[in-house]
């Protein structure tokens, strides 16, 4: 099966070393001017200039028609598998309250966490894959996906295995036990965190990639993550974090101790956090909707990350109560304005870099050959567009593995 795409004003590649980008190189996006691409069996065999790309003639012909063709965004954090919403959480915090005050009164997380339950993996599945949809209208071909609304060892396991049914984007899952302590453990933290450790663990690591905690110090403070985390590490799992989202709790430090993957949200984390990130190569992700959502004012410092030489993701948090968005576009558009990224940077940490993040750098995040065939065909000639214009679904078509999964 061999596809060409065409007629690409702008062929964005994020070609480059094999390796997520710092510095400077985020404002390398290796764009191709009248671009063409061939597809052969999912994967990209030939990239260039139209005028130096032979077209086999077997190969089915797409023409971009002057559009912007680009890797597919990858979402690095994201939530997506739960029941119900929080509409009406939202509008209590438009009327004042604030997240930490609705969480304690038995709402935010919990609130979620009991809807869950109630759900059958089913609902959920049909839930998730509502939610996928609205990640490719945006152009979003890869997500990470969370676990973290079940809280008991069989609703965990429900998710994880509702995770691995989402479709056509791809989902890389990760084990969220220690996202908050549930009703029936209040005040019964370490109860809490033994159950994560001993009974979740062993059951949710065949399911998962990748092991988070959301590391605060009022949920589960650097004590508790460092044995979820070391405990995961010891069942093969791959390490992220929730980390100084609403205040710096030492989750950054935490994070570079323990070689994790990434640190992500980073609100409040200060210059030593900054600095250990950068020493220990862990990958920041940045959560600009989470920020914005809650109508708080302290993004973090990505400028700063950026000088460090830290390999900076952007990601949704896509989520029923902090962030409720699927659009790597409106992030791009917040990277802009309320951290003073450029496009190109933002572009680049929602692709290559964020394709690293997950493990997958050798595979997705740019378009290059040997790579696997996830690419968008975005509604703008621009790809400053994308960040410029916002509130708009700008996915044309998407892609994954060469296989055609949406077009309006
Ligand atoms: O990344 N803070 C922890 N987790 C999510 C929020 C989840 C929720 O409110 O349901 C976050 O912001
Ligand atoms: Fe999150």
């Not at 007629?7 to 390398?28: D, F, I, M, N």
């Not at 954090?77 to 509008?91: D, K, L, S, Y």
């Not at 992500?264 to 914005?292: F, K």
Request: aromatic fraction near 6%; glycine fraction near 10%.
């Amino acid at each position: 099966m061999k596809l060409a795409v065409v007629g690409c004003s702008e062929l964005v590649t994020l070609a480059g070393p094999a390796r997520a980008r710092t510095g400077a190189e985020l404002r390398e996006l290796a764009i191709i001017r009248n671009g063409a691409m061939l597809v052969h069996d999912g994967r990209i065999e030939r990239v260039g200039p139209r005028s130096e790309i032979a077209i086999d003639k077997d190969a089915e012909v797409i023409d971009a028609s002057g559009r912007v063709v680009m890797p597919g965004f990858v979402d690095a954090h994201t939530h997506p598998v739960f029941a119900g919403n929080r509409a009406g959480e939202f509008e209590q915090r438009a009327a004042g309250a604030t997240y930490q005050e609705i969480a304690a009164a038995g709402g935010g997380i919990r609130s979620t966490v009991r809807a869950t339950r109630a759900a059958s993996e089913a609902e959920i599945v049909a839930a998730a894959s509502r939610y996928a949809g609205w990640f490719l209208r945006n152009g979003t071909t890869t997500i990470e996906a969370k676990s973290g609304y079940g809280l008991s060892v069989e609703d965990e396991l429900k998710l994880l295995r509702a995770i691995a049914r989402i479709g056509p984007v791809r989902a890389v899952p990760t084990f969220l036990g220690a996202h908050e302590i549930p009703d029936e453990y209040r005040g019964r933290r370490e109860e809490y965190v033994e159950l994560v450790i001993h009974e979740m663990l062993p059951r949710a690591a065949p399911l998962a990639k990748f092991c988070d905690v959301f590391c605060e110090p009022r949920v589960f403070p650097v004590e508790d993550a460092r044995r979820v985390l070391r405990a995961a590490r010891g069942r093969g799992l791959g390490l992220r974090m929730h980390a100084d989202q609403l205040e710096n709790g030492g989750g950054a430090m935490l994070a570079a101790e323990l070689g994790a993957a990434t640190a992500d949200h980073l609100e409040h984390t200060d210059r030593e956090g900054i600095a250990a990130l950068a020493r220990a190569g862990v990958q920041p992700v940045l959560l600009a909707g989470s920020v914005y959502a809650l109508g708080l004012r302290q993004y973090p410092d990505a400028r700063a990350m950026i000088d460090a030489g830290l390999a900076v993701v952007l990601a949704t948090d896509f989520n029923p109560g902090s962030s409720p968005t699927p659009s790597i576009p409106m992030i791009l558009s917040l990277a802009a304005t309320q951290m003073k990224m450029t496009t190109a940077e933002s572009i680049t940490a929602a692709t290559i870099n964020a394709a690293y993040s997950v493990g997958l750098g050798g595979e997705i995040g740019s378009l290059e050959r040997g790579k696997r065939a996830d690419f968008v065909i975005h509604d703008c000639a621009d790809y400053r567009e994308l960040a410029y214009f916002f509130g708009v679904e700008p996915a044309k078509a998407c892609y994954v593995d060469g296989v055609e999964r949406f077009r309006r």
